[in-house]
């Protein structure tokens, strides 16, 4: 089966797929917005799972057990903060979506769901932040079969700029 991405709008906690992405603060211990979600969701024990990972820089991802979501793994990465493009925040972010997707692929995960990392309280654009996803997602599935990558979007301009980046990089 080839690989698929698709865009859905929706509530990430919900998705009973092998792991879903947390756009993640560098403490790793749970902030706002959907870091905050994930881990009320997730339950106590994803907290104290993070608490023995020692944070992570900017651009890097490491993974947990989903604890209470329907999701079996977290990957959580943590996304650039926007200071206007000219500090490596496009490599920074296309750095998040490969490496979490390679740490999907160690454990196992062929289907992975991604909120609009980084462009939440980060502040970055989000159609250049959705662009840079498509084509790194769809660079890194490049010759590998049977994953589906689902990017999610909270409400249905976020749906649209993530499904008209996908629709451009695919052309």
């Given at each position: 089966m080839a690989a698929?991405?698709?865009?859905?709008?929706?509530?990430?906690t919900t998705l009973g797929v092998d792991a879903i992405v947390n756009a993640a603060n560098s403490s790793l211990l749970g902030g706002g917005g959907v870091d905050?979600?994930?881990?009320?969701?997730?339950?106590?024990?994803?907290?104290?799972?993070?608490r023995t990972l020692g944070g992570c820089p900017t651009g890097e991802a490491r993974i947990t057990g989903g604890h209470d979501?329907?999701?079996?793994?977290?990957?959580?990465?943590?996304?650039?903060?926007?200071?206007?493009?000219?500090?490596?925040?496009p490599e920074l972010l296309a750095a998040c979506y490969r490496n979490?997707?390679?740490?999907?692929?160690?454990?196992?995960?062929?289907?992975?769901?991604?909120?609009?990392?980084?462009?939440?309280?980060y502040g970055f654009p989000a159609g250049r932040a959705a662009?840079?996803?498509?084509?790194?997602?769809?660079?890194?599935?490049?010759?590998?079969?049977?994953?589906?990558?689902?990017?999610v979007a909270f409400d249905a301009g976020a749906a649209a700029t993530l499904r008209d980046a996908l629709e451009r990089h695919r052309q």
């Open positions: 698929m991405i698709r865009v859905w709008q929706g509530d990430i905050g979600a994930i881990h009320r969701a997730a339950g106590p024990g994803l907290v104290e799972e993070c979501l329907p999701a079996r793994h977290v990957i959580h990465t943590v996304g650039p903060v926007w200071q206007g493009g000219g500090r490596g925040e979490a997707m390679t740490l999907a692929e160690e454990a196992g995960a062929r289907s992975i769901a991604f909120p609009a990392i980084s462009t939440g309280v662009a840079i996803a498509a084509e790194t997602l769809c660079a890194w599935l490049k010759g590998r079969t049977g994953w589906q990558v689902t990017l």
